[in-house]
């Protein structure tokens, strides 16, 4: 698969967006939802930051108090043997685990798609106490003219999806946690199918240790069952370990004899190596319960420097793109670091589908 | 707590029960649904099989093949040190995880509440990919005179609640998976408050490893949303490690300052040598999302031998109850086992709750 990678890339650093308090650092920004709205291209950024630190041996992070209301700070000794920091993204104590960051999102907008302003605040911030520890990973989804948002909540209960909406990307109300932890990765498709909303998500169970890709139902898109299993890792392949839905489904159009149009999904998948690279599913238009189709190998891996190299390397993670003039048009998390661009044939991809033969 | 323990006690063993099939055993009864149907008293047993096995180095299970639509037999070496069977109800294996019994469930009825017949076959049984390890721990509600009927099915995908209903017992219908993996000890509130369904739920977190009771709403009784967190373990106390809701809540007539009435709930904790007691917890009546009381000590703990010893001792586990004559009668698993009837008084259960102080 031939991959265009902007040459603009990474298009936002962490040095590009201003930290929500004085003494913090932003270490990531990637992981972005997308839209189009008006004339421009709107991002929806995570942002992962710290509070600075000057002392070799502690590491700080801050979570959200709720009862206060703001953002505190939490030390950790290094040399405490009882904390583990082995995992650059959790501080694992005996008291429980905790993030080494904490995550907002932020808007970023830009008429060209390559250059953008990013606001200087927090766009939605952690709120309540299924956000203690940040939101993550957000999905942009335009359903009958309002821009719905779902997130990931991390707090003390657990990892869950939560949903907001939109009309102006001023204004946004919360619709509260809609998946129970731990699940993540929901992508909403963009319009009912026979009168029911739909949603891929990626629930963990705990005791078969599986992490794989299932489907539901909504009457109202708050809340969601019919959960079916969907998809999941494949042995011995670039997708072995664990998969999730990565960007906002949307329709193609097929020929015979794959009916006349499908629900083209962008997944990641996940190795032995914790290698994220994106693959390409398609679903059946009516019946989107049905896999159709997979790609055998991934559409796009982390082989760029800013995709090997960062706090969290060899990984490239979209949770949006734009198809237009027939092409894919993916916004990326680099690394766990940076926000990047690049663009995918549709039609390539659609070949790489092997639905043809 | 005072607690009445019918003489009759075991009421139902495994030896009252009659295997699936031919070559099987039927090795607990336990953990039952409950509910009143015309005259009588009707349960829905967990049974939970396993094949006759008459080789020493060897553990034999059965699974649910969807393909042909029956049972198989699957077969362990005890010899093998990869395969870890040091929790009886498990079989740790390289290639995944499996349970050492089947279950399904089965009517019993009854015109005193204590002599049951019990039907010769599953009512229902495995049937599909989310029930391949079997189906678990019934709880009955009758909403708008429908019994519904939700129950853990456990499979290779993870461990599910699913949802069936039925007006005679005599045909059931099923409503699909209404909890995605992992998630168990269900309870429908059997009204609407509000206009909306409610109900409690434990899913896990295995980010943060906790097991805690949450509620979701409902507009009809098969999709669930505005998930929220209601209660959790405490430290250093019966319930110190996780809880569960147990039995179907229930409304009961209070005084001031408390409001008119409240949700009853007897829901399960389990300490750090899993020992599995009863508490109870009320709930407010208009807005059940809010806990007004808990039982600091259990309402009812395993004391009886048939509780102590037996496949998982000291275990009283219930999955429902009828609050009758100012009685809580409650039908309950012990040990993993058996099933058993016990009495508390209503007023001591609610004084438990200290509620006036």
């Known amino acids: 698969m031939k991959v265009f990678r902007s040459p603009n890339n990474p298009i936002i650093k962490p040095e590009d967006v201003k930290p929500s308090m004085y003494d913090f650092e932003v270490i990531g920004v990637f992981n972005a939802g997308v839209t189009r709205f008006k004339d421009e291209v709107v991002l929806l950024l995570r942002v992962a930051e710290r509070p600075i630190n000057k002392h070799p041996d502690i590491v700080l992070t801050a979570i959200y108090d709720v009862s206060k209301g703001q953002l505190i700070i939490k030390e950790f000794s290094k040399g405490d043997p009882e904390n583990n920091f082995s995992d650059p993204r959790l501080i694992i104590t005996p008291k429980g685990t905790y ?8 808007l970023a ?45 991390v707090g003390h209960f657990g990892v869950t999806t939560c949903l907001a909406s939109t009309k102006d990307f001023n204004t946004f109300e919360r619709h509260g946690v809609i998946f129970s932890p731990d699940n993540k990765d929901v992508v909403l498709f963009p319009e009912r199918v026979e009168g029911k909303y739909y949603a891929l998500h990626r629930p963990v169970s705990s005791l078969f240790g599986k992490q794989e890709i299932w489907i539901a139902e909504s009457p109202d898109l708050c809340c969601w069952g019919n959960h079916r299993y969907l998809m999941g890792p494949r042995p011995n392949c670039w997708d072995e370990i664990k998969i999730g839905a990565s960007a906002v489904p949307f329709k193609i159009v097929l020929g015979a004899p794959y009916g006349e149009q499908g629900w083209l999904e962008v997944y990641h998948g996940v190795d032995r190596n914790n290698r994220y690279c994106l693959g390409a599913l398609l679903l059946d238009s009516q019946e989107p319960w049905k896999v159709i189709a997979r790609t055998e190998k991934p559409i796009f891996e982390p082989e760029a420097d800013y995709e090997c190299n960062g706090f969290f390397g060899n990984v490239v993670f979209s949770c949006g793109l734009l198809c237009e003039d027939d092409k894919l048009k993916i916004y990326y998390g680099a690394a766990d670091t940076v926000i990047c661009y690049a663009e995918l044939s549709l039609e390539e991809t659609i070949k790489g589908l092997n639905l043809f033969g």
Chains 1, 2 share one sequence.
């Open 99 to 106: 993030l080494t960051s904490i995550s907002h999102l932020r």
């Open 109 to 153: 907008r830009s008429k060209d798609g390559i250059n953008f302003e990013i606001e200087d605040a927090p766009t939605i911030r952690p709120a309540n106490d299924y956000e203690t520890f940040g939101l993550e990973d957000p999905r942009i989804s335009l359903i009958d003219g309002t821009y719905y948002i779902n997130y990931v909540g």
